[in-house]
């Protein structure tokens, strides 16, 4: 089965530069994705790594290392509307299908 | 384009009655995933509906069930609710994942259906 573990909960100020960390447990995946959740909303797609490095997106990059069973969520120049919980997430190998499996979770926090 | 709809955005129930929620996903998007959020138990993964067939199924009792129509439209129902049904589900729909490819089939999700059992 997979288990992917996070921080509960991070705090930063704005401007400032935060890393989310996602470790895992499974026996096979595609890739690791993250969401972002704000408040009563729709969990929305940030990134994806298929393969081991960094990949970035404007203000936010992930990294993927399988040898290290490690992923990580970097958010750069932080903004108070960053604050919302950040999820990241694996399709498996075994079961077919678009499942996703997904970590715990990160409120972070953004203060002034 | 317009995103994925849920209906109703809020419900709430007796303990022992059933409930049907529906999702109409992203016009082109015939995969169509449900999720439960506690809490307690974050995201979990109810079912996934390609084609009018459940591909994928996770771990809820048989209370749980759902189904997709020929237009990808989907309801998931729960009968027989329990105070522990309380939760957002949330519907998600993305392009078909093919067998063996590390693509990215990011989801898109609705902003959900919040349940409350009383």
């Known amino acids: 089965g997979q288990s992917l573990e996070q921080p509960s909960e991070v705090t930063a100020v704005e401007g400032a530069i935060v890393q989310i960390n996602c470790t895992y447990q499974?026996?096979?995946?595609?890739?690791l994705s993250w969401y972002q959740q704000h408040d009563g909303g729709a969990p929305t797609f940030l990134s994806y790594n298929a393969l081991d490095g960094l990949e970035e997106t404007g203000r936010f990059s992930s990294f993927l290392s399988r040898s290290d069973s490690y992923g990580y969520l970097l958010l750069q120049e932080l903004q108070m509307k960053d604050s919302a919980s950040y999820f990241c997430a694996v399709r498996p190998i075994t079961g077919g299908g678009n499942k996703l499996t997904f970590g715990t979770g990160t409120q972070l926090k953004v203060e002034l | 384009k317009a995103g994925v709809t849920q209906t109703p955005r809020y419900l709430i129930k007796t303990r022992g009655q059933q409930v049907t929620l529906s999702c109409s996903p992203i016009?082109?998007?015939?995969?169509v995933s449900w999720y439960q959020q506690t809490p307690g138990q974050g995201l979990q993964f109810l079912f996934e509906?390609?084609?009018?067939?459940?591909?994928n199924k996770g771990n809820f009792p048989g209370r749980f069930s759902g189904r997709q129509f020929s237009n990808s439209r989907s309801e998931m129902n729960v009968s027989t609710l329990e105070l522990g049904d309380s939760a957002l589900y949330l519907c998600?729909?993305?392009?078909?994942?093919?067998?063996?490819?590390?693509?990215?089939?990011?989801?898109?999700f609705g902003s959900g259906t919040r349940l409350t059992v009383v």
């Open positions: 499974t026996s096979g995946f595609y890739g």
């Open positions: 016009s082109g998007h015939r995969s």
């Open positions: 509906y390609f084609s009018e067939t459940q591909r």
């Open positions: 998600a729909s993305s392009l078909v994942g093919l067998a063996g490819s590390s693509a990215n089939y990011g989801y898109t």
